[in-house]
């Protein structure tokens, strides 16, 4: 069992990878200063700034949701119930 684990082939990591790539590739080719103007904020940055930033935006809000939404499960079965909160961490 344990050299089929090291051929496997970890899609996670190539796709991350290939989207962090495009990301870089898309933000080189966007050079030019652009304004942005969000309520009371008002600025002018180069577009690569703008896309790397909200990028990175983009992925804390997809990996924060996640984790928020599974907390919040966890924490109304353990006041439902201790039964559900063990089904709960069992999934995990």
């Given at each position: 069992m344990g050299p089929q684990k090291d051929n496997e082939i970890h899609w996670r990591r190539w796709i991350l990878g290939a989207l962090i790539a495009l990301v870089v590739i898309v933000a080189l080719q966007n050079s030019q200063r652009?304004?942005?103007?969000?309520l009371f904020i008002s600025f002018d940055a180069p577009m690569i700034v703008m896309l790397l930033a909200f990028a990175l935006l983009g992925a804390l809000i997809g990996w924060a949701a996640p984790v928020l939404i599974r907390h919040r499960r966890t924490e109304r079965a353990t006041?439902?119930?201790a039964v559900d909160a063990k089904e709960i961490e069992r999934k995990k």
């Open positions: 652009v304004s942005f103007e969000v006041r439902g119930g």
